[in-house]
T-cell receptor, first 111, second 116 residues
Framework: QQPVQSPQAVILREGEDAVINCSSSKALYSVHWYRQKHGEAPIFLMILLKGGEQKGHDKISASFNEKKQQSSLYLTASQLSYSGTYFC????????????FGTGTQLKVEL | NAGVMQNPRHLVRRRGQEARLRCSPMKGHSHVYWYRQLPEEGLKFMVY????????ESGMPKERFSAEFPKEGPSILRIQQVVRGDSAAYFCASSPPTSGRGKTQYFGPGTRLLVL
């Protein structure tokens, strides 16, 4: 069963912030976040391992609550280049290394 | 450092033909994953391979699909007797040969298969 992401779509003005959520019904070992532009490969953003780790990368950060099986991606001071579809990929506890990807969140940043 | 390479980037086949998709992992990576993406949908896991071994094929359709990762050369995803429903983007990802879980997967540019 694939993780559920919310919101499904969001439109921002440049400089605004956004939060994308990923929720799984399964116990998780790790959460991986990717951004994909239309017709291109998914680009790796970050990985969060169980233990409540919060990671950051420039103005993009994320958190992982393993008890709730939820992760959130935080985009701060959005830029035009942030536009794309964001996917969370979950690695289930006991499920091997494969990733189960979420439903995706379409993000559009406008001037 | 070259990334994950896939070829061809676009492939057109008629119903009943065979499709062969190739994936060369990043330098130093020995784990390969294949995912399929239908238009406007997320990625669906198909198969996970290490050199000469299939580790997890739980996402592979039972018929017509096969994958290999030989000791030498690229990983190959083979689809026999293609049908229109096989039209999709097929992505390959690779990860380093470290043990354990939580390995980052880096994706290639994908092969867009169109079945006429």
């Amino acid at each position: 069963q694939q993780p559920v992401q919310s919101p499904q779509a969001v439109i921002l003005r440049e400089g605004e912030d956004a939060v994308i959520n990923c929720s799984s019904s399964k116990a998780l070992y790790s959460v991986h976040w990717y951004r994909q532009k239309h017709g291109e490969a998914p680009i790796f953003l970050m990985i969060l391992l169980k233990g409540g780790e919060q990671k950051g990368h420039d103005k993009i950060s994320a958190s992982f609550n393993e008890k709730k099986q939820q992760s959130s991606l935080y985009l701060t001071a959005s830029q035009l280049s942030y536009s794309g579809t964001y996917f969370c990929g979950t690695e289930q506890a006991g499920g091997g290394n494969k990733l189960t990807f979420g439903t995706g969140t379409q993000l559009k940043v406008e001037l | 450092n070259a990334g994950v390479m896939q070829n061809p980037r676009h492939l057109v086949r008629r119903r009943g033909q065979e499709a062969r998709l190739r994936c060369s992992p990043m330098k130093g990576h020995s784990h390969v994953y294949w995912y399929r993406q239908l238009p406007e949908e997320g990625l669906k896991f198909m198969v996970y391979l290490q050199k000469e071994n299939i580790i997890d094929e739980s996402g592979m359709p039972k018929e017509r699909f096969s994958a290999e990762f030989p000791k030498e050369g690229p990983s190959i995803l083979r689809i026999q007797q293609v049908v229109r429903g096989d039209s999709a983007a097929y992505f390959c990802a690779s990860s380093p040969p470290t043990s354990g879980r939580g390995k980052t997967q880096y994706f290639g540019p994908g092969t867009r298969l169109l079945v006429l």
